[in-house]
């Protein structure tokens, strides 16, 4: 059964930085991609970031330039750095795996809070 596990949420100001982490319980370069989403009261879950099995990266435009995913293949660990950050970012944050056959896993969600 895959796992994933997220950590490193918490309270931070505007402008502050913050840096999650997501342990895969299993190879990560099993998975087709692992990224990071994020769901803010009221709002749908939308896609942060994320790194596909051969390395290629995507941003959503609102956080480029400000957040970065990268992984350590050897811990089966994807990061996400997220710096500058504003109230906005404001979310639960969740990690997200796709196997090539298209299995889908979510971790249980790290709240992020940026107070203005």
């Known amino acids: 059964q895959v796992q994933l596990v997220e950590s490193g949420g918490g309270l931070v100001q505007a402008g502050g930085s913050l840096r999650l982490s997501c342990a895969v319980s299993?190879?990560?370069?099993?998975?087709?991609?692992t990224g990071w989403y994020r769901q803010a009261p009221g709002n749908q879950r939308e896609l942060v970031a994320i790194i596909t099995n051969i390395g290629s990266i995507n941003y959503a435009d609102s956080v480029k330039g400000r957040f970065t995913i990268s992984r350590n293949s050897a811990k089966n660990i994807v990061y996400l750095q997220m710096s500058s950050l504003k109230p906005e970012d404001t979310a639960v944050y969740y990690c997200h795996s796709k196997s090539p056959l298209g299995d889908e896993y979510w971790g249980q969600g790290t709240q992020v809070t940026v107070s203005s």
């Open positions: 299993g190879n990560i370069f099993a998975f087709s991609f």
